[in-house]
């Protein structure tokens, strides 16, 4: 069953449908849909650039605004911003701008088209702790302006979540390589298992470097006290890194037990169903109405016969697997016997080691730094939406305030 997990689930569109598809767009003068995408990849002008068959100058948009921009064509929630935006919403159903971007990166790689140009070094040095969707990003977009960089990553691997907690249905591992190497070509060094706080210290990076971007992201999984230490109970991070190390060859039991409703929870309830585990059930906390999951990804799960139930909290666990859940709002009870429970409870950042405090008052979307030091911020451990596109966002403003920092932008 694993050839199910590492094949796309979503079938890119052929040149014939993308123009099609293209063609249904309104050429909106305020381009909604451009103003409603975090990242700025400006889907209004790639997309009048393919009506008029200029493929190249679409993919020259899609790269020069969004570095991952073939990640983010696969995995971005677009119902919820560009797609959310799009005026032929009032007439039929919203452009497919997900998959026209997805068809115009696959078009530039295969051209290997070379479009992101790099300024002559300006003798800077940056550090970026993390090599997630924010560290890449940021670290990208400084090389593009001359500053030497170099990313400290604790795994064996550069790519964060993007390569380890995305399945491949969704996110091969194929697709992260590529977008990695295209930074890698800018000039940015990527330094491989390597923790910072354990391997080199904060201190050591602030010393060498003229400026330090934290952008570790949120890679540790939440664990509710009543299943700790409960060896049928594992965290959802940490199962689809192991399904995604495996390239989807591992053992699925008979009866697996899923609690959350993000769309961590939907990866894991599909993936369980790819990799052919028969019976997949879901118990959320919040009501459909409140749910927090992608709506795609909820309808992935629903296609592949995952039985979600919500509003329900879990209370106690018994002997055997049983877990023990009641309504939120209403006066019921549940009881699920499992082989397996999956944790998608939430995640938080690991910066135990980093030397640095995390207070609400240093950290923004746009990489307000620490008071009185060069130290920078990016990605989850910021504000804003914990989604890929916002990570690209987050990495774009936390270089931006690095420039102005160190003196590159007036």
């Not at 300024?119 to 990003?137: D, M, Q, R, Y």
């Not at 090389?143 to 996110?171: C, F, H, N, S, W």
């Not at 397996?340 to 307000?368: D, H, R, T, W």
Request: contains cysteine; charged residues 30%.
């Amino acid at each position: 069953m694993s050839e199910k997990y590492r094949e796309e689930y979503e079938v890119g569109f052929s040149p014939r449908l993308v123009m099609e598809e293209a063609s249904r767009c309104l050429l909106c003068l305020d381009a909604p849909c451009s103003s409603s995408c975090p990242a700025g990849t400006d889907p209004a002008k790639f997309i009048r650039s393919l009506r008029f068959k200029n493929v190249k100058g679409a993919a020259e948009t899609v790269r020069i605004n969004n570095i991952l921009g073939a990640i983010c064509a696969r995995v971005c929630p677009t119902e919820r911003y560009c797609q959310a935006g799009c005026s032929r919403s009032g007439i039929d159903k919203p452009i497919e701008i997900g998959l026209i971007q997805r068809y115009i990166t696959d078009f530039e790689d295969a051209l290997k088209m070379d479009i992101v140009e790099v300024k002559e070094p300006n003798g800077k040095k940056v550090a970026v702790i993390g090599s997630g969707p924010a560290g890449l990003t940021a670290a990208a977009k400084l090389a593009e302006d001359g500053y030497q960089v170099t990313i400290y990553e604790k795994e064996a691997k550069a790519g964060g979540y993007l390569r380890y907690g995305i399945p491949e249905y969704r996110l091969p591992n194929q697709i992260v390589d590529k977008e990695i190497k295209r930074i890698v070509e800018m000039g940015v060094d990527i330094v491989l298992n390597t923790k910072v706080g354990e391997d080199i210290k904060i201190e050591e990076l602030r010393k060498e470097y003229d400026a330090v971007i934290i952008a570790v992201g949120y890679s540790e999984g939440k664990m509710l006290p009543m299943f700790e230490n409960n060896r049928k109970v594992i965290k959802a991070v940490d199962w689809l890194k192991k399904c995604k190390d495996k390239k989807g060859n591992v053992k699925v039991p008979e009866n697996v037990l899923v609690v959350g409703g993000g769309d961590v929870a939907m990866d894991v309830v599909t993936s369980l169903k790819l990799l052919g585990c028969p019976h997949v059930t879901d118990v959320v906390y919040e009501q459909f109405s409140e749910f927090k999951a992608s709506k795609k990804e909820l309808e992935n799960a629903q296609e592949q016969g995952v039985t979600i139930i919500d509003g329900y909290v879990p209370v106690a666990v018994a002997r055997g697997g049983i877990v023990k859940f009641k309504h939120r709002v209403i006066p019921a009870e549940l009881k699920v016997k499992a082989d397996l429970i999956i944790l998608a409870v939430g995640q938080s950042p690991n910066v135990e080691n980093l030397g640095v405090e995390l207070e609400k008052g240093e950290i923004n979307a746009k990489g307000v730094r620490v008071p009185d030091t060069n130290v920078f911020f990016a990605g989850d451990i910021g504000h804003g939406e914990k989604t890929v596109v916002w990570g690209v966002r987050s990495g774009k403003e936390v270089a931006f305030e690095v420039k102005r920092f160190l003196g590159g932008k007036k």
